[in-house]
């Protein structure tokens, strides 16, 4: 008997530490924010079509393609100590309004970015 009560005063003592240490020193929180890119060309004119990847600390973590408004977006699961860059690349030529010129940007610091492309 005095060792189950004991058992079960070890087991409650140790959840109470688990709890109060996560409220004093705060337990990892990771927020899935939405990461915009807006593509344009020189005239302000969104540009359809661009291939765009997304990398943190370069590794690919998603991609995709820009729509008709020039936009692609991404949720990302944000961590503090990780770098986000985006790579914008043309990859079906005068398609879409010209031969444009890739371009890498960060977007570690901010959740929406506006890239304008070189032909």
Known sequence: MKRKFSDTLKYLLTGSFSVVFAACYGAPVSLETPKVIKASDKNSQPIKGLKVTVYE???T???GFTDDEGI????IE???KN???VSIEDIDGIENGGEFIS???DITTS???EVTLDQ
């Open 78 to 80: 944000q961590m503090d």
């Open 83 to 85: 770098t986000y860059k």
């Open 111 to 113: 959740n929406f970015i």
């Open 103 to 105: 371009k890498e940007a």
């Open 57 to 59: 600390n370069d590794s």
């Open 72 to 75: 692609f977006e991404i949720p």
């Open 61 to 63: 973590i998603g991609n």
